[in-house]
T-cell receptor
Framework: DQQVKQNSPSLSVQEGRISILNCDYT??????FLWYKKYPAEGPTFLIS?????DKNEDGRFTVFLNKSAKHLSLHIVPSQPGDSAVYFC????????????FGAGTRLFVKA | NAGVMQNPRHLVRRRGQEARLRCSPM?????VYWYRQLPEEGLKFMVY????????ESGMPKERFSAEFPKEGPSILRIQQVVRGDSAAYFC???????????FGDGTRLSIL
């Protein structure tokens, strides 16, 4: 069963524009959500997170939005840069970001110069 | 670099042999997680360990796979009698005792001939 779903396998965006990556989840027990970025032949790197008590968290060019009623979160990158081209994984857990974490299948972002 | 260290980076085994994958967590981290990534798929949770204890192994195949995190030394993921379907990238992550985002190693790419 896919508790965390990223329905877009890939996304292409022009440099300088906004990238919006989406993620849906099914488990109401999830209370902490994370985004990871992964380059080829490297491990995932933590990007940004959000607790279920918030609906928005911002860190520089990256903002994560959480809609609990819709069980949906999104990652906004603005402005997008060619170096942002990578695979982005959405992840969810119950228990402050540690412990068992469920990952989505990932969305490959291409930022064109 | 005091990050999560995995070795070897690449491991080739013939069918029926044993594969041993090692992971040294970040300094100060007491929680270790193992994930498997098949080609074009996301990260699948396998097991979560603390020192000398398996906390959650719900993602581990019932046979041939085992994991340990001894009091001294790295965590080991062991696959006995490997088959072609075990070919994948295996990632290890660690987190601090009180939880928080997991930090990943760069993975071990296991190829079965």
């Amino acid at each position: 069963d896919q508790q965390v779903k990223q329905n877009s396998p890939s996304l292409s965006v022009q440099e300088g524009r906004i990238s919006i990556l989406n993620c849906d989840y099914t488990n109401s027990m999830f209370d902490y959500f994370l985004w990871y970025k992964k380059y080829p032949a490297e491990g995932p790197t933590f990007l940004i997170s959000i607790s279920s008590i918030k609906d928005k968290n911002e860190d520089g060019r990256f903002t994560v939005f959480l809609n609990k009623s819709a069980k949906h979160l999104s990652l906004h990158i603005v402005p997008s840069q060619p170096g942002d081209s990578a695979v982005y994984f959405c992840a969810a857990t119950s228990g402050a970001g540690g412990f068992k974490t469920i990952f989505g299948a990932g969305t490959r972002l291409f930022v064109k110069a | 670099n005091a990050g999560v260290m995995q070795n070897p980076r690449h491991l080739v085994r013939r069918r029926g042999q044993e594969a041993r994958l090692r992971c040294s967590p970040m300094k100060g981290h007491s929680h270790v997680y193992w994930y498997r990534q098949l080609p074009e798929e996301g990260l699948k949770f396998m097991v979560y360990l603390q020192k000398e204890n398996i906390i959650d192994e719900s993602g581990m195949p019932k046979e041939r796979f085992s994991a340990e995190f001894p009091k001294e030394g790295p965590s080991i993921l062991r696959i006995q009698q490997v088959v072609r379907g075990d070919s994948a990238a295996y990632f290890c992550a660690s987190s601090p005792p009180k939880g928080g985002p997991q930090h990943f190693g760069d993975g071990t790419r296991l190829s079965i001939l």
